[in-house]
Structure formats: C-alpha cells, structure tokens
Nanobody
C-alpha cells in the first residue's frame, strides 16, 4: 500500500502561483517505481487528470486545460512529487490529489483544497 499526503493548497487570487506537494510512504513500496500523476476535482464535477511524470521524472505530460501553466516534477530521494501552478484562474478551484499513473483506487489521499478568487 502506498500512502499519499498532499499539501500546499490555500486561498489565492487570480494570477497567483502555488506549489503543491505530495509525499509518499509505504512499507515495501519504492516511490521511484511509480509514474505519478496529479488530479483535481471541482464541486459537482468528475475528477480530472492534470498530468503526470514518469518514474525517473525526466518526462512529463499534461492535459490541455493546464498545459503551459502547470509543471510537475518529482524528487525520488524525498519520495515527493510536486505541482507548480502559475497564472491561476478561478476555474482552477478544486481539491487536488496525487496518485500513481494510471491511478490506483486504494491510493487516493485526502487531497488539498485550492481556491482561486477573482
């Protein structure tokens, strides 16, 4: 089992930046064995895939909705994956989650709330 804990969310204004972190832990699980992704869920909407990084972190890919504004990176020595979010918009308001890519049902954490005011 991989435990994932997201942090770094908050209330910001449109145009601001935030960096989210996701720390992984789990007995018998090696973080660097997993491609990791970021997802979000806005109220009343389905969970949305934002992007992911491969195991080494040397390659990333993004959904069109965030391409050019969001950047994913990882530090395998710290068992952490990051989501740098720039030029935030009110429509980015959501709970943000990390998970493996493809996602693993049992690995969802509590997420971190991001609220962007106009």
């Amino acid at each position: 089992q991989l435990q994932l804990v997201e942090s770094g969310g908050g209330l910001v204004q449109a145009g601001d930046s935030l960096r989210l972190s996701c720390v992984a832990s789990g007995s018998g699980r090696t973080f660097s064995n997993y491609a990791m992704g970021w997802f979000r869920q806005a109220p009343g909407k389905a969970r949305e895939f934002l992007g992911a990084t491969i195991k080494s972190g040397s390659s990333t890919y993004y959904a069109d909705s965030v391409k050019g504004r969001f950047t994913i990176s990882r530090d395998n020595a710290k068992n952490t994956v990051y989501l740098q979010m720039n030029s935030l918009k009110p429509e980015d308001t959501a709970v943000y989650y990390c998970n493996t890519d493809p996602q693993t049902k049992d690995y969802w954490g509590q997420g971190t709330q991001v609220t962007v005011s106009s």
